[in-house]
């Protein structure tokens, strides 16, 4: 179950080194993602969540345009806090839609995953 950003960027490596040394890989992932992208290497698992793309990327842009931003310590503090607290959301929103996804895991116990 992959984390999206540089986390998925150095497992995604490991993933190839391990299908080339015969492995059979899932990854289970939402359906939005900036970073996890299908492979020939693995089976992609997705489940929907309810966040478009273009909401995911304008998060993770407006968070790094405020940690540059001009202004006092404080000022800043406050806008980036803000913003973590806002990926924090959608992240545990990410992360209840998959264990409340029954399909999903109906798949993953009856694969032993």
Known sequence: VPVDGS???????????????????????????????????????????????????????????????EGSFLERFLKVYGRLKSISAISLSICAHMLYNKELVKYLEESKF
């Open 7 to 69: 986390h998925w960027l150095s497992m995604r490596e490991v993933l190839d080194g391990l299908s080339q040394n015969g492995h059979e890989i899932v990854v289970v992932a939402p359906e939005i993602s900036v970073h996890v992208k299908s492979s020939e290497n693995f089976i992609m698992k997705m489940y929907p969540i309810p966040f478009t793309q273009e909401e995911m990327e304008e998060t993770i842009s407006s968070f790094s345009q405020d940690i540059f931003q």
